[in-house]
Nanobody
């Protein structure tokens, strides 16, 4: 059974940094993609950054230059978040995908940026 577990959220002042971690387990396969999404109160869940096996990483325009996603050889992914803004406040979710129709989500971790 696949499990996806995030950690590293918290409260930080604007301009500060946080690092999120996500570990996916329960399969011998390497996930085709692993990424981070976020959902702020009253808003839809949106893509923050995603890494695809083969090396390419895409970022939302709102985080380019501030956030950096890294991934180890298999199924752990990190999100380094710098120069945080109050509008980055959200629950951050990790998603691990084996294919276009097979996704696994973590439980989410709260990130709160105070002004």
């Amino acid at each position: 059974q696949v499990q996806v577990v995030e950690s590293g959220g918290g409260l930080v002042q604007a301009g500060g940094s946080l690092r999120l971690s996500c570990a996916a387990s329960g399969t011998t396969f390497t996930f085709n993609s692993m990424g981070w999404y976020r959902q702020a109160p009253g808003k839809q869940r949106e893509l923050v950054a995603v890494n695809r096996r083969g090396g390419s990483t895409d970022y939302a325009d709102s985080v380019k230059g501030r956030f950096a996603l890294s991934r180890d050889a298999r199924n752990t992914v990190y999100l380094q978040m710098n120069s945080l803004k109050p509008e980055d406040t959200a629950v951050y979710y990790c998603r691990a995908s084996l294919g276009p129709m097979t996704h696994y989500w973590g439980q989410g971790t709260q990130v709160t940026v105070s002004s």
